[in-house]
Each structure stands twice: as C-alpha cells, then as structure tokens.
C-alpha cells in the first residue's frame, strides 16, 4: 500500500490542448511526470463527447484560418484584429485593478456551464492526481466541476492576457507557474493570490538542459560560441564571464555554423523562410553554412519548402547542407525539434513559445509576431538582449554575416543563458510533488 501511494504521488495528470503547437510544446517535457508518461489533450481524447469535440474545433479552425489569413494585408489585418480584441493584452502601466472579468472569459464560462469539460474531468476525478494543465479552458473546467485534486496551470508566455485568470480569482484555488517576473506582476493585477503564483521559469525540456546541473546545455554552447564569432570579438571582451557560466571552449566546432527556421503550427510565415534561403543560397552550395527548415507536422508545409528549395537549385544539397525536418506525430516532431537544436547557432521564428528556448544559449532572429502575446514575447526577448529583430529576409546573407563578424550573436547566446531561467521543468516538478 505504502509503495502504491508513493508512485501516485509521482505522477501528474498533464493536459494539453491540440491547437497549435505552443500548449503542447510546453505539456512535452512534463511528460516524465505524466501518467503513464501521456499528455491528456483536452480537445482531443479518447471517449471525448461529440458536443465538447465541435466547440474545441470551432476555435482551432478559427485561430488557424486567421492565421494563414494574416498574409493577406487589408482582409488579414481586419480579421487578425477582430481576434486581438478577444485576447488582447492591457498595457501593464499605470498598475491598477485588472480583476474584473472579461467578454472572452464570459463566453468560456457560458460554454462550461452547459457541460462543456465535465466529461474530461469526471474521468480524471476517478484518479485525483495533481492536474497541471499548459492551458487556461482545462483549469477553468477542473475548478467548475469540482475536480477533487490540486489545480496547476502553466503559462507559456512572457506576459498574458485577463483570459488566463478565473472570473473570480481570489476564490479560486487555480495555481500559476509563471515563465518570468512579468507573469507574476501580471497575475497579481488580475487578482490572483500570491501564494498561488510561482516562479518557475518556462520548463525547457531535459534533452536540451541534461540535469540540474544543465551539463547538456553548456556543453552545446560552448560549441556554439565558437560558431557565432568567428573573429573572437566577443569572446576576447568577455572571456571571464563565458568561464564563469560555460567552462573553457573547445578547440574548434563540432558542426558547421546552423540556422534554423521554425514555422508556427498553422504553417504561418513559411514564405519568410524561403526568401532568407534563397539569400543565402550561394553560402549553402558552398558549405559555409547549414539551414534546418522546421515543417512540423504539416506535409503541405513540407511540400512547400521542398518545391521552393528545388526551385532555387539547391535540391543537391538537401540532406547536406539544407534539411526539411517534417514528422507524423506531434510528439515525434518535438523530439526531432530538440534533437536538431542541439546543433543549431541561431533559432529564426516568430516569438511564439520557443522565445524561452532562448534560456539554452540560442540567439534568436525575431519574425514578425502574430497576436498580442508575440507581441510581448518580442518584448521579453529583446529586453533580456538575447534576440535580434529580423531585417530584410532577402538580403540576410548581408545583415547575418555582420551579426557574426561583430560578435552580436555569441551575446545574444549568452545574454539568454545568463539572463532567463532554465530549471523550469525541475521546478514545476517539486512543487507538484
């Protein structure tokens, strides 16, 4: 019995939401805790009632159909701010009280209220384990239909919208892992109760950190260092600091210098990365660097690079110096992803998520963000200084190779390793357990 009751106190119900990949992304490296080692995607599990499946859909079909919209300039901009009125984030200053509920949460609520979530939580209530959830709709349910365990929600972004809070936060006992001090300011505005805030930091996963200790991660920037200034301009001037954080260097690189550019899940943005390719396409023939193009788990986002890649002349290199990384499955695509960042000296995506895969020591090129919260992930990235705004796609060949020669990319590493934190994951952990 006392055997059985310790295991159940290692185990969590992780919830996830199958909308995009940022939930799921952040659900991904609290898996190790999971129950039998599974996210449990609220949208889109096993028995999930036909009436709750259709109000899931409803609004995944509407945030990705916005969000392939967006390239087009007057429709997409209209429609795109129709959305951002329903998550709109309030500017943080002058601080005041943000507790009063909103027209978005009142349309969540109206919808549980009728039932909706009441099925995924009366099958997880017969297993009371802690629940932590990477999205707000599952707490709100759990907290609603009095789910019988404690009540975790994950935030996935540097600072978020009044959606995220209960309608009436200082009776909920909904607990926040915040990603950064901007989160844990925020929720306090929106009435949450500081013994519900924690500050975790975002959980990055274990492949990528190694152990508290973060050997992996340090090991993979000391490479990359080497890789980012070319010329020592930046290792000559802070030299002390990269011992202090990384170790001594190695000798040379085991890689060649990598860029890697990620697309959101809708597939938004992939035309930016084939401009930046085609710039850079003579530096791919001739081996000075290597492109990893992030398809996800969209074969239409795979085709697309792959005919624009053949269309540029650079079908010879695929697999060398120029790869397309596609997957199945939503979790096969993660661990690829993280396999691949081991390797890579530069992230180039939209400030989704991934903006605090930049606590591993990757820079990252910020492409235009999508919705208020990119918007403030932007913010977060370039106040830490470890990320640089993208310019002109079509001549990063020029603008990239500046960011090498003076060193301004081996900072942006270290600024993120230095400055964001990186025990998310070990984090959450303990104070679940």
Same mark, same amino acid.
């Given at each position: 019995? *006392?055997?059985?009751?310790?295991?159940?106190?290692?185990?969590?119900?992780?919830?996830?939401?199958?909308?995009?990949?940022?939930?799921?992304?952040?659900?991904?490296?609290?898996?190790?805790?999971?129950?039998?080692? &599974?996210?449990?995607? =609220?949208?889109?599990? =096993? /028995?999930?009632?036909?009436?709750?499946?259709?109000?899931?859909?409803?609004?995944?079909?509407?945030?990705? =159909?916005?969000?392939?919209?967006?390239?087009? %300039?007057?429709?997409?901009?209209?429609?795109?701010?129709?959305?951002?009125?329903?998550?709109?984030?309030?500017?943080?200053?002058?601080?005041?009280?943000?507790?009063?509920?909103?027209?978005?949460?009142?349309?969540?609520?109206?919808?549980?209220?009728?039932?909706?979530?009441?099925?995924?939580?009366?099958?997880?209530?017969?297993?009371?384990?802690?629940?932590?959830?990477?999205?707000?709709?599952?707490?709100?349910?759990?907290?609603?239909?009095?789910?019988?365990?404690?009540?975790?929600?994950?935030?996935?972004? =540097?600072?978020?919208?009044?959606?995220?809070?209960?309608?009436?936060?200082?009776?909920?006992?909904?607990?926040?892992?915040?990603?950064?001090?901007?989160?844990?300011?925020?929720?306090?505005?929106?009435?949450?109760?500081? +013994?519900?805030?924690?500050?975790?930091?975002?959980?990055?996963?274990?492949?990528?950190?190694?152990?508290?200790?973060?050997?992996?991660?340090?090991?993979?920037?000391?490479?990359?260092?080497?890789?980012?200034?070319?010329?020592?301009?930046?290792?000559? +001037?802070?030299?002390?600091?990269?011992?202090?954080?990384?170790?001594?260097?190695?000798? &040379?690189?085991?890689?060649?210098?990598?860029?890697?550019?990620?697309?959101?899940?809708?597939?938004?943005?992939?035309?930016?990365?084939?401009?930046?390719?085609?710039?850079?396409?003579?530096?791919?023939?001739?081996?000075?660097?290597?492109?990893?193009?992030?398809?996800?788990?969209?074969?239409?986002?795979?085709?697309?690079?792959?005919?624009?890649?053949?269309?540029?002349?650079?079908?010879?290199?695929?697999?060398?110096?120029?790869?397309?990384?596609?997957?199945?499955?939503?979790?096969?695509?993660?661990? *690829?992803?993280?396999?691949?960042?081991?390797?890579?000296?530069?992230?180039?995506?939209? %400030?989704?998520?991934?903006?605090?895969?930049?606590?591993?020591?990757?820079?990252?090129?910020?492409? %235009?963000?999508?919705?208020?919260?990119?918007?403030?992930?932007?913010?977060?990235?370039?106040?830490?200084?470890?990320?640089?705004?993208?310019?002109?796609?079509?001549?990063?060949?020029?603008?990239?190779?500046?960011?090498?020669?003076?060193?301004?990319?081996?900072?942006?590493?270290?600024?993120?390793?230095?400055?964001?934190?990186?025990? /998310?994951?070990?984090?959450? &952990? &303990?104070?679940?357990?």
């Amino acid at each position: 019995m *006392k055997k059985s009751i310790m295991n159940k106190e290692k185990k969590a119900w992780v919830v996830g939401v199958d909308m995009g990949y940022g939930h799921q992304r952040t659900a991904y490296p609290l898996k190790s805790f999971a129950f039998e080692e &599974k996210v449990v995607n =609220a949208n889109n599990y =096993a /028995g999930i009632p036909d009436n709750d499946r259709n109000v899931w859909e409803l609004a995944r079909n509407f945030y990705e =159909a916005i969000s392939d919209f967006k390239k087009f %300039p007057f429709l997409g901009n209209l429609a795109f701010g129709i959305l951002e009125k329903f998550q709109r984030i309030l500017s943080f200053y002058p601080k005041r009280d943000l507790s009063k509920s909103n027209f978005s949460l009142k349309v969540i609520f109206s919808f549980i209220k009728r039932g909706w979530g009441k099925d995924l939580i009366s099958k997880l209530g017969k297993n009371p384990l802690p629940l932590v959830s990477t999205f707000f709709t599952p707490v709100f349910m759990a907290e609603v239909f009095g789910y019988p365990g404690e009540i975790y929600c994950v935030i996935c972004d =540097a600072d978020i919208a009044r959606t995220w809070v209960s309608p009436n936060p200082a009776k909920s006992k909904i607990k926040y892992f915040a990603p950064n001090s901007w989160v844990v300011g925020r929720l306090k505005l929106y009435g949450v109760k500081e +013994e519900n805030i924690f500050l975790t930091g975002y959980p990055l996963p274990q492949e990528n950190t190694g152990s508290e200790k973060l050997e992996i991660a340090k090991i993979d920037l000391a490479y990359r260092l080497l890789n980012l200034d070319p010329k020592k301009i930046y290792r000559k +001037e802070y030299s002390p600091l990269i011992e202090k954080y990384v170790g001594i260097l190695p000798e &040379k690189p085991d890689h060649p210098l990598t860029i890697m550019f990620s697309v959101g899940g809708a597939g938004a943005q992939k035309e930016i990365a084939v401009k930046y390719v085609r710039s850079l396409a003579q530096k791919i023939k001739n081996r000075e660097i290597k492109v990893v193009l992030m398809a996800g788990t969209r074969k239409n986002v795979y085709k697309y690079f792959l005919d624009n890649i053949k269309i540029i002349g650079l079908e010879d290199n695929l697999d060398k110096n120029i790869e397309i990384v596609f997957a199945d499955t939503i979790s096969e695509y993660f661990a *690829k992803f993280n396999q691949k960042l081991r390797k890579t000296d530069v992230l180039w995506t939209k %400030p989704s998520e991934l903006s605090f895969y930049t606590a591993l020591g990757v820079p990252i090129i910020i492409a %235009p963000p999508l919705g208020s919260q990119e918007i403030f992930n932007k913010r977060w990235l370039l106040r830490t200084g470890s990320a640089i705004d993208q310019d002109n796609p079509n001549y990063a060949d020029q603008w990239l190779s500046d960011l090498l020669n003076n060193g301004g990319l081996a900072e942006a590493a270290m600024q993120g390793f230095v400055e964001a934190e990186k025990l /998310g994951t070990y984090k959450i &952990k &303990k104070i679940v357990f």
